[in-house]
Every structure is written in structure tokens, then in C-alpha cells.
């Protein structure tokens, strides 16, 4: 088996809860070298409770998580943060004191390999500004004087920082204006050339579309569907009953 057909996130049976409530029924899921994945769902279908469970965010969780060959079904969200496993929040939290630059410092990791020893991608500030423009031109801003997308921005590239071998991306185009949604398309599908591989939780279908290779549909907090993301598309049964609003 070659590296591109293993997996290097893989979650089975896992579940979660928030206090005594049960969020998510035996999630299982998988995400391979260069692919981007979606996870799809409505509001409130468990998509970000899925990352939080995987990085380790919940008290409370249960079931297999493999990250690069490592087990981490239980440790603390720094574990896999060092593994190389980047997690940027649907909230955001950049630091609203620092400058651009700072933040992105804030951020930084050795650079990392793959199991074959051949380099996997590494991000200094000067990539991260031709990737992001906008924070190419702001660089000694602080994060509080930036737009909702432009933090947006900031919080992806500082997650890059980390030289990440997959990125959890919790909602990425929610609340962005169009432009900005535009842009993240954009920059998804580069760091997709780069080797990075992406598992987004989203509920905009013409942003999954444009990004996604595969996808899983979640319904109170249970994978209902799993196909490709052209085969997703082109199901309207699945989307009318999982997806629309």
C-alpha cells in the first residue's frame, strides 16, 4: 500500500458528549495524503464536535483516533498539535494585541518530514503572504483591527505555521462575504497542491463542491452518506434530505 492510500486521519466508533448528552454515535471517518474531505451537515449536526473530538477538545470521548500512525483517542489537543495535526476554529481566537507577524509566530514548528523522509510542506511568513495578500499588506496589524475574513485568514495561516501534514477546518466560509469565500476556495485547493490535506466541517455545498474530493453527510451526529464529492452533487434526494435548510 502505498502512503497516498493510507490514511492519515482515521476516527472509528467514535463518539462524544457535552456533559451528560450525547453528541456523536460511532462516527467513522477517514482522510488520506492530499485529499480534502468534507463534513457536511446542518446546524447542530455534530460537524464541529467531530474536529473538537478528534484534536482532543472534549472531556468526554470514546472510540478509535489515529493521526500519522499515532494512537490519540486520548490525549490532550497538544499531542496532536505537535503530531502535526492543525485545528483552525469556527470562532477564530486570533490574538487581538498582536501584529500579523506576531500572531503567525505564535505559531511556529520545526519543519516536518514524511515517513519516506521526503519534506512535507513548509510554511514561513513570506509563502503564508503570497497565499494570503491581504495579510501580506497588513503585516504590522494588530488582529483586533481586522475583518471578520481577514482574521479568518490569519487563523488558517497561523495553523499553517505549525507545518501541519492535515488541517481540521472547522466552517471556513461561514459569515465571510463572497470575495473572501472565493479566497479560501483559492487557498484550500493550493494547499491541496502542496500536499496538505484538509478535512472541513461546512454546510455551504458550493464551497464543498469547489474544494472537496469526498464527503460524509452527518445527521445527528450518525454518518448518514458517504460518496464522492461529484456523486454528492449530483444526489438531490441526499441533499434535500440532509442538507437543506
Request: glycine letters at 8%.
Amino acid at each position: 500500500m502505498s502512503m497516498t492510500d493510507q490514511a492519515l486521519l482515521s476516527t472509528q466508533s467514535l463518539c462524544a458528549w457535552y456533559g451528560a448528552a450525547q453528541i456523536l454515535y460511532d462516527v467513522d471517518l477517514e482522510v488520506r495524503r492530499g485529499e480534502v474531505v468534507a463534513l457536511m451537515g446542518r446546524n447542530g449536526a455534530g460537524k464541529s464536535t467531530t474536529l473538537k473530538a478528534i484534536i482532543g477538545m472534549l472531556a468526554k470521548r470514546r472510540g478509535s483516533v489515529r493521526f500519522m500512525g499515532h494512537d490519540i483517542s486520548k490525549s490532550e489537543p497538544h499531542v496532536a498539535a505537535r503530531l502535526g495535526l492543525g485545528f483552525v476554529p469556527e470562532d477564530r481566537r486570533v490574538f487581538t494585541d498582536l501584529t500579523v507577524t506576531e500572531n503567525l509566530e505564535v505559531g511556529r514548528q520545526a519543519a516536518r518530514s514524511w515517513s519516506d523522509g521526503s519534506s512535507a510542506p513548509h510554511w514561513t511568513p513570506e509563502r503564508l503572504y503570497q497565499l494570503f495578500p491581504n495579510l501580506g499588506e497588513m503585516p504590522n496589524r494588530p488582529g483586533g483591527r481586522m475583518s471578520g475574513g481577514e482574521q479568518q485568514m490569519l487563523t488558517v495561516a497561523r495553523t499553517l505555521m505549525g507545518n501541519p501534514y492535515l488541517v481540521l477546518l472547522d466552517e471556513p466560509s461561514e459569515g465571510v462575504a463572497p470575495v473572501i469565500v472565493e479566497q479560501m476556495a483559492h487557498m484550500i485547493n493550493a494547499l491541496k497542491a502542496q500536499g496538505v490535506s484538509i478535512l472541513l466541517s461546512e454546510q455551504n455545498m458550493h464551497f464543498a463542491e469547489l474544494v472537496s474530493d469526498r464527503a460524509y453527510v452527518l445527521e445527528k451526529g450518525q454518518i448518514r452518506y458517504e460518496a464522492t464529492m461529484a456523486e454528492l452533487a449530483a444526489n438531490d434526494e441526499v441533499r434535500r434530505t440532509y442538507l437543506s435548510v
